[in-house]
Every structure is written in C-alpha cells, then in structure tokens.
C-alpha cells in the first residue's frame, strides 16, 4: 500500500477544515498534514512556503495545492526541491516564471484586484465570497467558510516565486463549473505547470468540500501513477 506522505496547501483565506473529509478518505493509505500560514501579517511569498515546509514532519512529501496554494507550492519547490516529490495543483494559480499570483491575472481583473487590495485589504467582501468560493456549497458550509475566512498578507499576491524549478512528477485538476477561477485560466496555469490538464472534476472551487471522495480517488490516482 502506497504510505507516501502528503502535505494539503489552501487556497487563500481558506480555514484548513475544508480538508476534513478528504483527509479521512486518504487516511488508510497517506498520511496527511494541513499546511501552516505564517504569523506575520505582512509575510512574505517566501515566509508562507517556509511555513509550509516547516509544517511538513517527513523529509519527502508530495503536495496537493489548491487555488492560491500553487503559488504557495512554487516558492516552496524553489526553496526546498529536494523535498517535494511531486505536485497536483487543484483549480490551483500556477504563475509563469516572473510574475505574481495579481501578474497572472488577465487584465483588467489584475488591475480591479490591485486597487482592491489597496483600498479594502486581503479580505473581499462576505457577498463576493459566497458568490465565488463559495458558490457551488451549501449554505451551512459557505455560513462557516465566510466565519472563517482569513485575510492574507499582501505578499502572498504580489510576491514572485523565485526559480522555476518543477518536480518530474505533476499534474493539474481542474474544476468545470468554477466561478472564481475559470476553466480557460486553469487550462492557462496547467501549461505554465508544463502538464495537460486532463482531469477534471465538475465542481466549483472547492472539490474537497463539494465532492470530497472524488477527490481523494484523484489524488490516489496521481499518486498511484
């Protein structure tokens, strides 16, 4: 039975009990741990893969990165390539060598987050939350995640994953009916990835809530191959 250990990374402001479900379908074949967040308010790219590195209890791990978290997952492969056995980026913003998660936006979305981020901070409004991340869940669900929700500093945004390193093993899953990250942008993040986009789950933006058992036979499929 497959005991590779692997580290989950949330999408931006995401509590990390979205995972729950997940983590117990993959209990009986990989150990799992929920990365950390840094305590400093305006930590930066490379503070929040550190922290996510240091949540890691194995020497080599896998990660699955959603949304933001890829990101999160190139700066940590920059930092500790070693380390990272393999990568699956789940409806995940996998930024091309050079540019920042707010670069890797398309305009004029780059320019309207800016300016946001400016003037209200890291925390969108509970409306734009419920509408987007958490559109497709119900309404229990989206009550607690919008309760939860966890501003993040402005580096994790703006900051530019250094190097481009990649592990050999990497894939991308994709979420069809996504209305905070489209499919034509996740198909965009897959390439930057250097990987097709060949699966894809028909959920929202949050599989492991949405369909947690369908994503926990995902990452078991990349896993396993």
Not at 34 to 48: C, I, K, N, T, W
Not at 137 to 156: C, K, W, Y
Not at 183 to 208: D, K, V, Y
Request: neutral net charge.
């Amino acid at each position: 039975m497959n005991q590779e250990p692997l580290l989950l990374v949330s999408g931006a402001g995401l509590p990390s009990w979205i995972w729950d479900q997940v983590r117990k379908e993959l209990a009986p074949s990989h150990p799992t741990v929920v990365a950390e967040r840094p305590r400093d308010a305006g930590a930066s790219l490379s503070q929040y893969a550190a922290a996510a590195l240091a949540s890691a209890p194995w020497e080599r791990f896998a990660v699955v990165a959603h949304s933001s978290g890829g990101t999160v997952a190139a700066e940590m492969i920059a930092l500790a390539p070693d380390r990272v056995t393999a990568l699956l980026a789940v409806s995940a913003v996998v930024p091309e060598p050079g540019h920042s998660f707010i670069t890797s936006m398309p305009f004029p979305q780059r320019l309207v987050l800016s300016l946001a981020m400016r003037l209200a901070g890291t925390r969108p409004p509970d409306a734009a939350i419920r509408r987007g991340v958490a559109g497709r869940v119900d309404q229990e669900t989206a009550d607690r995640i919008v309760a939860d929700f966890i501003p993040e500093s402005p580096g994790l945004y703006r900051n530019k994953p250094q190097g481009r390193a990649v592990p050999e093993r990497r894939g991308y899953l994709s979420t069809s009916q996504d209305a905070e990250l489209p499919i034509t942008l996740q198909r965009r993040f897959a390439l930057n990835l250097g990987t097709p986009c060949n699966e894809s789950l028909a959920t929202g933006h949050l599989p492991m809530l949405e369909a947690p058992e369908a994503l926990a036979q995902q990452i078991e499929s990349f896993l396993a191959g």
